[in-house]
């Protein structure tokens, strides 16, 4: 095959197959629009293959073995051994079944799957060139694009990711085996949620953060119980300390770190794990053919349905901006094809919802107090402590608490923060409040499943309103 003999046409290009890109290739295929999507590595994205679900995988697996070696209170006496290789065995189980199933729908919904690397080569065409040798390369002209080409993690000087001695949170997720001992850099959530998978699974882990934080974003209560938790686990959490290079030691890696007023510390480990963050995958597209310049982080900026600067061109998930999660990715991908499909969809992020794996799980959306107040609004809110919650005393998780967060006047709510047992299920019934135009009398008034943790999204509304019976009205 020559390279450059194809050319093909498309109504609408989409450029990377991860929770953005498949989901708008799949609604613009039931919008009977003719869909393209290309995709260089594996279909499901980050998400599904290095990200969300294999994270997930390993945290729920490592958690099993944790829970029943620390149930004797229930009575059960168990001394679990983890066969790293069996875990990642089973988690890639899981990832195939999900991403062949996104190839199945793709199908299904009559989208074009094309396997390459696509770059833009001029207003209205791009060239895919498909890997190994010989396999030449198409042209594909289309009348709209929607960019969804991901975002990969940040490397900082002095530690480029070799997978060996040096690992991104992708090396990470399919270990060989458990190292003896881990330095992770970065106390953000994807750093926080693996500290927990290592020293689940054995691994004397320790974190450098270069924040006097760890888990910047969310409030010091949230937080708070995260941290605790993590340091029973053994996890040694150095704060203020900036990751500055690693050398080779007889036993294994040096880490060296520096803090703000200048003093240098060391850190042995077998291994470090890298986690600071993530940067979108835009200066490979060649933008400029089709009349995009990326901003100085190299985002692209859009509009409420998706668009960008170029009216033709759409971009969805990471690429477009903060927050990088995968469900806000999903809905900028079902906006962009049905904006191209002519239909009256638009965007809307008050309720974007966020969690963090952790033990206990932080689920946040909407706003919180001092959001609300800063909107002109006059918040009240209201606390349940999962201690006072039936059912999360049965299952041994009792730390943390659901907050509600709502306008006096109206009585709207406005947003909610859980920390606790599965707060990322739970922030679920907060989001859908908030979209729905719920007031604190309409949650209080819903009758919830007896014993379940989502009485305490009830009691929190309660609580708010002056009348909790479970918890002492503030
Ligand atoms: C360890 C980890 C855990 C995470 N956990 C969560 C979580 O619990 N919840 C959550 O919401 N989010 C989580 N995320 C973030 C989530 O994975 C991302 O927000 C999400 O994958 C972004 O989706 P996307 O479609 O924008 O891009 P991606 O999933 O990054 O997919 C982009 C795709 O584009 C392809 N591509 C790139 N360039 C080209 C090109 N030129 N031609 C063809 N194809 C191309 C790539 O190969 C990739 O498959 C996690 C991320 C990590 C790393």
Redesign the pocket.
């Known amino acids: 095959m020559v390279v450059g003999d194809i050319s093909t046409g498309t109504d609408v290009l989409v ?7 498949y989901v708008a290739a799949i609604r613009a295929g039931q919008l009977d629009l003719d869909v393209t999507l ?5 279909f499901g ?3 599904l293959n ?3 679900i294999p ?2 995988a390993l945290i729920t697996a490592t958690g099993v073995a944790h829970e029943a070696a620390n149930a004797e209170e229930m009575g059960i006496h168990a001394d679990p051994a983890i066969d790293m290789g069996g875990m990642v065995e089973w988690k890639e189980g899981i990832v195939d079944r999900l991403t062949g199933g996104v190839e199945k729908l793709c199908k299904a919904n009559g989208v074009n799957l094309v396997e390459g ?3 833009f080569a001029g207003s209205h065409k791009a060239r895919v060139a498909h890997d190994g040798q010989g396999q030449g390369s198409e042209s594909i002209e289309f009348e709209h694009a929607i960019v ?4 990969r993690p940040i490397e900082i000087p002095g530690f480029e990711f070799d997978g060996e001695h040096v690992l991104s ?1 992708r090396h990470a ?1 399919s270990p060989d085996s458990a190292p003896d001992s881990l330095v992770i850099v970065g106390a953000g959530y ?1 750093g926080m949620e693996l500290a927990g998978v290592y020293a689940k699974a054995g691994t004397d882990v320790t974190i450098v953060e270069m924040l006097d934080e760890a888990l910047a974003g969310y409030t010091d209560d949230l937080a708070a119980p995260v941290v605790d938790n993590i340091e029973e686990l053994g996890v040694e959490l150095h704060l203020g300390e900036a990751a500055q290079g690693w050398e080779e030691t007889n036993d294994g890696i040096e880490v060296a770190t520096e803090n703000a007023d200048g003093e240098e510390s060391t850190f042995d480990a077998e291994k470090v794990l890298v986690a600071v963050g ?1 940067e979108p ?1 835009t200066d ?2 060649n933008l400029e053919s089709v009349g995009l310049e990326p901003d100085e982080d190299g985002f692209l900026a859009t509009d409420d349905r998706a668009r960008t600067d170029v009216s033709h061109v759409y971009a969805v ?3 477009a901006g903060e927050p ?4 806000k ?1 999903m809905k900028e991908g079902r906006v962009a094809a049905e904006v191209i499909a002519g239909e009256p969809s638009a965007l809307d992020y008050q309720a974007v919802p966020a ?1 963090v ?1 952790t033990e206990p799980e932080i689920g946040t959306v909407g706003m919180t107090e001092a959001e609300a107040e800063e909107a002109g609004f006059s918040p009240v809110t209201g606390q349940m402590p999962f201690q006072a919650s039936g059912r999360a005393l049965t299952t041994g998780h009792t730390d943390g608490f659901v907050r509600i967060v709502a306008d006096e006047e109206s009585g709207f709510v406005l947003g909610g923060q859980i920390v606790g047992p599965d707060a990322s299920e739970l922030v679920a019934e907060v989001g859908l409040a908030i979209e729905l135009g719920a007031t604190l009398e309409d949650v209080a008034a819903t009758i919830h499943t007896h014993p379940t943790l989502s009485e305490a999204v009830q009691e929190a509304a309660e609580n708010a309103l002056g009348h909790a019976i479970h918890t002492l009205n503030r």
């Open positions: 450029i990377g197959a991860g929770p953005g890109g290309v995709e260089r590595e594996a994205g980050v998400c290095h990200g969300c994270s997930k690397t696509a770059e969804a080409t991901g975002s949170s997720l994807i993530r995958v490979t597209l998930g990471d690429v990088l999660l995968a469900h990715g969690a794996f």
